[in-house]
């Protein structure tokens, strides 16, 4: 079955450094998502993207924040400055795109963010 | 007010009992309710998702929508210990974007 892979597992980064997460979205998918979970709190989202651009982003996706799709299967998540409560598991996700709702989200299995 | 609420404690069972999860949300405008399984350094997988209230059945598990009270919950009978993972409601609150429960820890114990 295909899946969304991500990269790296684990990422571990000093305060203050940028740093880039990687999202590979199930081939012919259409819709993007990052959403993230920091340690006993919930899944929160942060973007989706659609047709490279923003289509929604959540009060935390502020201008440290940034979203591309560089090439025709990656789709990063940049982070420009870190701080220490960016320490969470990152989620992408993908959806076929067919319809703009209810479509089922495919997850990564995630990259674990620590900031020291 | 929070969109959606769920009692994040743990949940111990022993094999072939049943077990029941619920949440509760704020906005009585959400339609679609789903529930999310995740195992251990795994992302959330759909396991249902049902549309206004009711009940869905797949195999050894429920899920029921009660819009009235604002109430979902999940049911899986038979529980079996690969049924031990993570269990997160969601509601869609608008092109695709999900709002999460905490989520509950449930282990199934042979």
């Known amino acids: 079955e295909p899946e969304v892979t991500q990269t790296p597992s684990h990422q571990v980064t000093q305060m203050g450094q940028e740093v880039i997460l990687r999202c590979v979205p199930i081939s012919n998918h259409l819709y993007f998502y990052w959403y993230r979970q920091i340690l006993g709190q919930k899944v929160e989202f942060l973007v989706s993207?659609?047709?490279?651009?923003?289509?929604?982003k959540s009060e935390i996706f502020d201008d440290q924040f940034s979203v591309e799709r560089p090439d025709g299967s990656n789709f990063t998540l940049k982070i420009r400055s870190t701080k220490l409560e960016d320490s969470a598991m990152y989620f992408c996700?993908?959806?076929?795109?067919?319809?703009?709702?209810?479509?089922?989200?495919?997850f990564g299995s995630g990259t674990q963010l620590s900031v020291l | 007010q929070k969109e959606v609420e769920q009692d994040p404690g743990p949940l111990s069972v022993p094999e072939g009992a049943i077990v029941s999860l619920n949440c509760t949300y704020s906005?009585?405008?959400?339609?679609?309710f789903m529930w999310y399984r995740q195992y251990s350094r795994k992302g959330p997988e759909l396991l249902m998702y049902t549309y206004s209230s009711g009940n869905k059945e797949d195999g050894r598990f429920t899920a029921q929508v009660d819009k009235s009270s604002k109430y979902i919950s999940l049911f899986i009978r038979d529980s079996q210990p690969s049924d031990s993972a993570t269990y997160l409601c969601a509601i869609q609150n608008g092109n695709n974007r999900l709002a999460f429960g905490k989520g509950n820890q449930v282990v199934v114990i042979p």
């Open positions: 906005n009585s405008a959400f339609q679609y």
């Open positions: 993207f659609y047709n490279n651009e923003i289509s929604e």
């Open positions: 996700a993908s959806t076929p795109g067919r319809k703009a709702t209810n479509e089922k989200l495919f």
